[in-house]
T-cell receptor
């Protein structure tokens, strides 16, 4: 079973508008972290924002916010006031708290390609 | 801001040859990771390394792969006899060692694009 699911292979948004990228997750671990990374066409992985499973409030970081709905097991990324430079692949990832090694490897979703139109 | 650095940025190798990918993690980080991303696909975990030993590895990380921390700064991934299907982007990542490891972000290098001919 997929632990991280991103159902939108590709999204378009008009410059200056807001966009939501979907992410659902599956874990029985009560301790986990959810992360979003941006991968521009140049290939590097850029950390954007994270949400811990015990955090009461949704995370925000500049124009990025995370709509965390624990009961639904969703952690959607909201980008406000889209810019042309936001065009990239976006990955949702999870890091679980327990496990035999507890090294907390990241488990990634398939990614969503976002294109911002001028 | 401190960053993870990877070399080389692009490596082209003949099938069957050995290749070593190099990484310098962020200096105060003690958890190290290798991931790979086949073109157009998702990022897959290969191996994690802590306290000078492998702490977890995936099914992909078979006997052809090995990791090493030869000194206090470098972290290497070796592929002994490369295959065509090893062609991918390889990312090194590191994170801090804190009580709650699960809520610490991993910081990635820019990746090494490995092309096997």
């Amino acid at each position: 079973a997929q632990k991280i699911t991103q159902t939108q292979p590709g999204m378009f948004v008009q410059e200056k508008e807001a966009v939501t990228l979907d992410c659902t997750y599956d874990t029985s671990d009560p301790s986990y972290g959810l992360f979003w990374y941006k991968q521009p066409s140049s290939g590097e992985m850029i950390f954007l924002i994270y949400q811990g499973s015990y955090d009461q409030q949704n995370a925000t970081e500049g124009r990025y916010s995370l709509n965390f709905q624990k009961a639904r097991k969703s952690a959607n990324l909201v980008i406000s006031a889209s810019q042309l430079g936001d065009s990239a692949m976006y990955f949702c990832a999870m890091r679980e708290g327990r496990g035999s090694s507890n090294t907390g490897k990241l488990i990634f979703g398939q990614g969503t390609t976002l294109q911002v139109k001028p | 801001e401190p960053e993870v650095t990877q070399t080389p940025s692009h490596q082209v190798t003949q099938m069957g040859q050995e290749v070593i990918l190099r990484c310098v993690p962020i200096s105060n980080h003690l958890y190290f990771y290798w991931y790979r991303q086949i073109l157009g696909q998702k990022v897959e975990f290969l191996v994690s390394f802590y306290n000078n030993e492998i702490s977890e590895k995936s099914e992909i990380f078979d006997d052809q792969f090995s990791v090493e921390r030869p000194d206090g700064s470098n972290f290497t991934l070796k592929i002994r006899s490369t295959k065509l299907e090893d062609s991918a982007m390889y990312f090194c990542a590191s994170s801090e060692v804190l009580d709650r490891v699960w809520n610490q972000p991993q910081h990635f290098g820019d990746g090494t694009r490995l092309s096997i001919l």
